[in-house]
């Protein structure tokens, strides 16, 4: 019976998986380079929890921004444990970038990064997919030079501006 049937179900399952796949960056390749990245002004709220529930509080410091009517600029979310050493659960500064002369809305707190030498995986994919993809290619780089990822990890993500189109995803370790 499925001997008959494998062209509709490929048609009718695996085609769109692949294409959705492929529409979200999963096929788009990763460069890691060595570079200086920073400095970074931004506005933010601590999260210690699971790495599952990272969204929501992401969400909340968008509203905040929102309230103030301060204008919100990449997404940044500072990674300060390792989730792999306490099975998913991480403390993170979840928040966005800001200018300058921006006010810090209400509820946040204001982070800074110097310039500073690192390693940075950037990929242009869907925010759901792009940080795997990021870690799995910064990981594989280092692992070659015999190094392994250290935390504190930056990681950015800057829209594309249309809901068609897919961001970049920056993830930056310090050298």
């Known amino acids: 019976m499925f001997k008959k049937q494998w062209p ?6 695996v085609l769109p998986l692949l294409a959705v ?13 060595e570079t ?12 210690d929890g699971p790495i599952s529930n990272l969204r929501k509080s992401q969400r909340t410091a968008l509203d905040k921004f929102t309230a103030a009517k301060v204008a919100a ?25 800001l ?6 809305p209400e509820g946040l707190k204001e982070g800074r990064i110097e310039r500073r030498p690192v390693y940075a995986a950037q990929v242009q994919a869907a925010v759901l997919l792009a940080p795997s993809k990021a870690y799995q290619a910064l990981s594989d780089t280092l692992t070659s030079r015999g190094l392994a ?20 995803f920056t993830l930056e370790m310090n050298r």
């Open 73 to 97: 600029g990449d997404t940044i979310s500072v990674i300060l444990t390792d989730p792999r050493a306490a099975n998913g659960k991480v403390r993170v500064q979840l928040g966005y970038t």
């Open 21 to 33: 796949f492929w529409w979200w960056g999963g096929f788009n390749s990763v460069s890691v380079i």
């Open 149 to 168: 990822i250290v935390m504190p990890t930056v990681e950015l993500y800057r829209p594309a501006g249309k809901a068609s189109r897919i961001g970049t």
């Open 36 to 47: 200086e990245a920073g400095p970074y002004r931004y506005a933010y709220l601590d999260y």
């Open 8 to 13: 509709v179900f490929v048609l009718a399952f």
């Open 99 to 104: 200018a300058n002369s921006a006010p810090i």
